[in-house]
Structures are given as structure tokens and as C-alpha cells.
């Protein structure tokens, strides 16, 4: 019997009105890959905050982030994570994103709920408000919990493109990124701010080119002025969001509007080398491309003997490339990919290079 996809009963890149965890509870079982949420924050602001000048600060009062206690703001934190968490896919993640206030009981909530926390980044942001009262240290940052669904999904992550996105090196866990304002800000009919905690689209860009793939399916159950679909549109993923406040809705389906998807083209990513089809050592002397007998050297010179079965000897010891490798090196570990080389016409060739003759074969 042939199994309905179950993106065919998802409102796929729409808008859905209505309170997230009725929403989310109404949409099928394990349908999404990602879930990235910015849930109210909880701020308990007591009175008005003014600039040195007397202007008033624009800050977050609104309804939506007033909470009667901790106890009913964790009881709410609970049960949106319930409800996500039963939407994702077996090895899907999510992405919560918090302040000082709050980001503490979302973690312990998480790990409750059965998530598996992968990282907490910290977004640094270049240009923050200052602390005009010079009473705290000036906020200058934000924390996204990563977590998968549970411990030992097969979650996406994009390794090599963040790695590309950071000019070759390694992303880290600290993201530098300018909070949103200028033109990407977005203004009601007063001129004033359309949310005032809109994120800017460079935060969403990197968790979605780290933790996606093109087509997947990224929910954000509260939505505001929709950048998760703003930047999911462009990078050619597709998106449901959930908002119950109309104004932020009117924005953001405008704001939708307005975005074009890039090309295929322009959506290819560098691959992580996991991604990429296995190919057993086996496999070269079964094919004739290295033959039992040959012999196998290091930068170093150092020696070992191919083998019928696709080990290696050396003296006295043989196992896999990897094995062999490590032993010579007295090593926990060694790949054997990078570590073994064959000599052809006087030249010194890695054997990754007969690897990637077989993994272009299967493309």
C-alpha cells in the first residue's frame, strides 16, 4: 500500500492564523525538518524606559509577552514544545532563540520534553541598544538552543557551506551579526516598528543554509513579520508560519510578496564529505584500480602491503587503511583516505583520489 506524503495535508508556504499550539496540534505527525521558534520572552518590564535625552525607549510591552507568573510561562513553554516536538520529523531539530530572561527555562524544558541539545549559539550583536540607566552591562547578545528531536537522530548539518559562509574556517558557536534596522526593518502605517523583536534575515539565512536542505519543510510558530519565511522562500524551502495577531500577519504576507526564490543554481551549497556515497577500500582492489600486493606509503615512507580482502599488513600487523594507519602513527585514529598514497609512473598519488573516480561514477 503506497504511503501519502504528508506534505500533501500541510498548508505549505502560508500564513496560519491562530494560537501555535492548536495550530500545531492540528497538523500531521512528524511532517516538519526544521522548527525555528522565538517565543515571547517573558520580560517583566516594570515601568517606561527613557533615552539620556527623555525620549521614550520602544521596548517589548505588548500583550502577547505578559505572563501572570514563571509558573504559567513554563506551563505555556511546555506545552509548545509538546506540540512541536511531536510535528518533527524523526530526525528533525529545532531552533529557539531567547534572552536572559527566558532562554533558561526553555533549555530545562527542552531536555524534558525529550529534545537533545546539540549547541547553544550566542548571536552578538555589533550594534546593541545601550543600557541607559548604566545600571547592568548593556545586552549585547542573544541564545539559540540547537536541539534534535532525540538523542541519535541523523539531523542535517551543513558543515562545510557554514564553513564556505566563514570564509574556509570553521563556524563557531559565537555569531557576530548587526541587529535588524535601516531598510530591512519593517514600519506599520505610523512609521512605527511593525514587531518590535524582528529578526534580522543574516541570523535566519545561517541556521538555514547549517540545518536545512533545499525543499525541506521549516515551521515557525510565531511568525510576526515572518523572516523564517522570508529567508526559507529565497533559499528555496518551504515554509508554514503561525501567527495570531493580525498586524503582524498583514506585514508579513506583504512582505512575502515581495521575495523571489533564487535559482537552483544559486541554492547549491559546498557538501559536507559525510553527505557523500561510502566506498569501501574493498571496492579499489576488487575493481583492479590498486592490486593485491601493491604496496601503500606515508608522507614519511612508511610501508604497508595491500591484500586480497582490502586490508593492509605491515609488520606483523594488518587491519583496515584506518587500522594500519593509526597503528604506524601510534594513534587513536587515522584516515586512512588522506594517510595512504600509491606510486604510478614515478608520481606519489593519494588513494582518495581512486575514491573520488568511483563517487563521481555514481552520481
Known sequence: MKRTDPKAFLPLNT??????????????EASIDLIFADPPYNLQLKGQ????????????????????????????????LAAA????????????????????????????????ILNDVVWRKSNPMPNFRGKRFTN?????IWASKSEGAKYTFNYEALKSLNEGVQMRSDWVLPICNGGERLKDANGDK???????ESLLHRVLIGSTNPGDVVLDPFFGTGTTGAVAKMLGREFIGIEREESYRK??????????????????VSASKRSEPRVPFGQL?????????????????????VRADGTLATDGF????????????????????TYWHFKKDGKTIPIDLLRQQIRAEMN
Request: charged letters at 25%; hydrophobic letters at 40%; one cysteine or more.
Open 251 to 268: 506585514v508579513a504576507e506583504a512582505r512575502l510578496a515581495k521575495v523571489r526564490k533564487f535559482d537552483k543554481e544559486a541554492l547549491q
Open 285 to 305: 582492489v576488487e575493481r583492479g584500480m590498486l592490486r593485491p600486493g601493491e604496496m601503500l606509503v606515508n608522507t614519511r615512507g612508511k610501508a604497508a602491503r
Open 318 to 337: 594488518n587491519g583496515s587503511i584506518h587500522q594500519v594507519g593509526a597503528h604506524l602513527e601510534n594513534a587513536p585514529s587515522c584516515n586512512g583516505w
Open 194 to 200: 511593525a514587531h518590535p523583536t524582528q529578526k534580522p
Open 15 to 28: 500564513i496560519v492564523a491562530g494560537d501555535c499550539i492548536e495550530v500545531m496540534n492540528s497538523l500531521p
Open 49 to 80: 524606559l527613557h533615552r539620556p535625552d527623555n525620549s521614550e525607549v520602544d521596548a517589548v510591552d505588548d500583550h502577547w509577552d505578559q505572563f501572570d507568573s514563571f509558573a504559567a510561562y513554563d506551563k505555556f513553554t511546555r506545552e509548545w
Open 85 to 116: 516536538r511531536r510535528l518533527l520529523k524523526p530526525n528533525g531539530a529545532i531552533w529557539v532563540i531567547g534572552s536572559y530572561h527566558n532562554i533558561f527555562r526553555v533549555g530545562s524544558a527542552l531536555q524534558d520534553a525529550g529534545y537533545w
Open 140 to 144: 549585547a547578545h542573544e541564545t539559540m
